[in-house]
């Protein structure tokens, strides 16, 4: 059975910097994705590492955020910098099928 734990997240002000990570148990992961999901909206990719390290990011979030890998701790992390009001959302993120349960991000202007 695959585990996926999300922790991080919380309120900051614009500007401001958080880090979000998952940890996969039961199954070692080779491809991790983050995704959000604002009010009203519909699920958006944000981010992807591969199993070598390779990342792939939507343009909105390019040099602000960082997508990172432990393989050994089987995790993955999302380094937020420089946030905006605008990346307000609940983040989700995404061992090949399966899913953390997601952590809200909040920032205030």
């Known amino acids: 059975q695959v585990q996926i734990v999300e922790s991080g997240g919380g309120l900051v002000q614009a500007g401001g910097s958080l880090r979000l990570s998952c940890t996969a148990s039961?199954?070692?992961?080779?491809?991790w994705d983050w995704y959000r999901q604002a009010p009203g909206k519909q699920r958006e990719w944000v981010a992807q590492?591969?199993?070598?390290?390779?990342?792939h990011y939507v343009d909105s979030v390019k040099v602000r955020f960082t997508i990172s890998r432990d393989n050994a701790e089987n995790t993955v992390y999302l380094q937020m910098d420089s946030l905006r009001p605008e990346d307000t959302a609940v983040y989700y993120c995404?061992?090949?099928?399966?899913w953390g349960q997601g952590t809200q991000v909040t920032v205030s202007s």
């Open positions: 039961g199954r070692w992961i080779s491809v």
């Open positions: 590492v591969g199993p070598s390290g390779a990342t």
């Open positions: 995404k061992g090949e099928a399966y």
